[in-house]
């Protein structure tokens, strides 16, 4: 998993470079080339001056479960169907639920700068920058865990949650029987990786599975080389 900000003009350069030295996270500053500053953490990538340029190059290299961030609602919208994680600097999560509610405004205030109408923006707050790093810290701390999905009723699921338990491995459990927002979790990991395809090839549903940066693990083969294998 890694971080790629949309660097040109963005006001929480400083504060994702020190969450991500925090948590070792590989960080990618993309700017275009005309852009000057200093950097004690990530890899600056230049890109060409043109205006789509630096969003082209953070679509083409983001993959499921990284993190974009960005104020550009357009960008979000294409890194969401590259199933990357997406934040504002605001510390807003933007999502499939609220992507065309950010862009009908985006939208909005295009047409309102057409007509000469201009809004005044305000000097960022600390309380802003306080709340970017809080849910950054909070993304990264959760996109570090492993994700274990498993379920209720499922008879193979104990002697996994034991086995876990045993490598004293850092988990964020996810019972798929439990919410309909769980089972979604989890038919998105299954419909979207060909680590699965032996699996429904079989009529199997797939859990327990552990998972962490595009890596499952389906408890058939030595945990050790899975967990030797970050």
Request: aromatic share 10%.
């Amino acid at each position: 998993m890694k971080v790629l900000l949309d660097s040109d003009g963005a006001s929480v350069r400083e504060i994702t470079q020190k969450v991500c030295q925090n948590f070792n996270t590989p960080l990618y500053l993309v700017k275009n080339y005309t852009q000057e500053f200093d950097v004690f953490y990530g890899n600056i990538v230049n890109v060409d001056i043109s205006k789509e340029s630096a969003d082209l190059w953070i679509v083409n290299n983001a993959k499921n479960g990284d993190l974009v961030i960005t104020n550009d609602k357009g960008l979000s919208s294409m890194a969401l169907a590259k199933k990357a994680i997406v934040l504002d600097f605001n510390g807003n999560i933007i999502d499939n639920d609220n992507i065309l509610n950010f862009l009908e405004k985006r939208h909005l205030s295009r047409v309102m700068r057409r007509d000469g109408i201009y809004s005044k923006i305000p000097k960022r707050k600390h309380e802003e920058d306080l709340k970017f790093k809080e849910k950054l810290e909070k993304l990264l701390r959760r996109m570090n865990m492993y994700k274990f999905y498993i379920s209720s009723l499922c008879p193979d699921c104990p002697p996994a949650i034991d086995l876990v338990k045993e490598k004293n491995l850092d988990v964020e459990t996810v019972d798929i029987t439990d919410s309909m927002k769980n089972l979604k979790e989890f038919l998105n990991h299954r419909d979207n990786s060909d680590a699965f395809d032996v699996i429904v090839e079989n009529n199997y549903v797939g859990i327990p599975c552990l998972y962490k940066d595009g890596r499952y693990f389906f408890f058939d083969y030595d945990i050790n080389e899975f967990l030797e294998g970050e």
